[in-house]
C-alpha cells in the first residue's frame, strides 16, 4: 500500500500570523517564585497584500490544575467566569514588509509570584496564552502549558530543587 500513513493537515496562515511562540520559565533561588520570559516571531505572509494597522502581541500566565482546569477566575458581565492572569503583559509590532517577520519579547524575566515547583509527583502546570491583535481585533491565539523547575549539572552530581544525588552510568546492553 503507498501513500501517506498517518494523519495530515493543511494550515492557512491568515496574512500576519504568530509563525513561534517561545516560553522560558525559570524557577528563582527562593523557591517560592519564578520568572519568565516570552519570545514571540511574528510573520507576514510574502503575498498578504492588506496591512494591519495597530499590531500588538499579549501574553497572559494561567494556573491550572492538572484536569486542564483554570483556577483562578473571575465573574465575567455576561455571566460565565474568565480566567484571571497572573502575570499579564503586552508589546507593540512593529510595521512588517511582505515575507518579512519580527522577533518580540515579551517582558525579560518578568517575576512570577507564588510558583508551585513542577515535579513528576506533583506536576503543576501553568498555560501561557500569546495572542495576536490588531486593534481590538484578534488575529491569532497560541496557548504554551509550561512548568517552573530547576535542574543543576555539576560534577559528579545532578541538582533538582537544591536535592542533590549522584550520577549514575547505566551499562549498555
Given at each position: 500500500?503507498?501513500?501517506?500513513?498517518?494523519?495530515?493537515?493543511?494550515?492557512?496562515?491568515?496574512?500576519?500570523?504568530?509563525?513561534?511562540?517561545?516560553?522560558?520559565?525559570?524557577?528563582?533561588?527562593?523557591?517560592?517564585?519564578?520568572?519568565?520570559?516570552?519570545?514571540?516571531?511574528?510573520?507576514?505572509?510574502?503575498?498578504?497584500?492588506?496591512?494591519?494597522?495597530?499590531?500588538?502581541?499579549?501574553?497572559?500566565?494561567?494556573?491550572?490544575?492538572?484536569?486542564?482546569?483554570?483556577?483562578?477566575?473571575?465573574?465575567?458581565?455576561?455571566?460565565?467566569?474568565?480566567?484571571?492572569?497572573?502575570?499579564?503583559?503586552d508589546q507593540p509590532v512593529d510595521?512588517?514588509?511582505?515575507?518579512?517577520?519580527?522577533?518580540?519579547?515579551?517582558?525579560?524575566?518578568?517575576?512570577?509570584?507564588?510558583?508551585?515547583?513542577?515535579?513528576?509527583?506533583?506536576?503543576?502546570?501553568?498555560?501561557?496564552?500569546?495572542?495576536?491583535?490588531?486593534?481590538?481585533?484578534?488575529?491569532?491565539?497560541?496557548?504554551?502549558?509550561?512548568?517552573?523547575?530547576?535542574?543543576?549539572?555539576?560534577?559528579?552530581?545532578?541538582?533538582?530543587?537544591?536535592?542533590?544525588?549522584?550520577?549514575?552510568?547505566?551499562?549498555?546492553?
Amino acid at each position: 500500500m503507498s501513500g501517506i500513513h498517518r494523519e495530515v493537515y493543511v494550515h492557512s496562515p491568515a496574512p500576519y500570523y504568530l509563525r513561534d511562540v517561545r516560553v522560558f520559565p525559570y524557577l528563582n533561588a527562593d523557591m517560592a517564585s519564578g520568572s519568565v520570559t516570552v519570545e514571540v516571531d511574528v510573520r507576514r505572509h510574502p503575498t498578504a497584500s492588506t496591512t494591519l494597522p495597530n499590531l500588538w502581541v499579549s501574553a497572559e500566565l494561567h494556573y491550572e490544575t492538572t484536569s486542564g482546569r483554570r483556577v483562578v477566575t473571575v465573574a465575567s458581565r455576561r455571566g460565565g467566569a474568565i480566567p484571571t492572569p497572573i502575570v499579564s503583559y503586552d508589546q507593540p509590532v512593529d510595521a512588517l514588509a511582505p515575507g518579512t517577520e519580527a522577533t518580540v519579547v515579551l517582558g525579560t524575566n518578568v517575576t512570577v509570584p507564588s510558583v508551585e515547583p513542577w515535579s513528576a509527583e506533583r506536576p503543576t502546570l501553568y498555560r501561557m496564552l500569546v495572542t495576536l491583535y490588531s486593534g481590538s481585533d484578534v488575529v491569532e491565539a497560541r496557548s504554551v502549558v509550561v512548568g517552573f523547575r530547576q535542574v543543576t549539572f555539576g560534577n559528579p552530581e545532578v541538582a533538582c530543587y537544591a536535592r542533590r544525588g549522584p550520577v549514575r552510568r547505566g551499562r549498555r546492553r
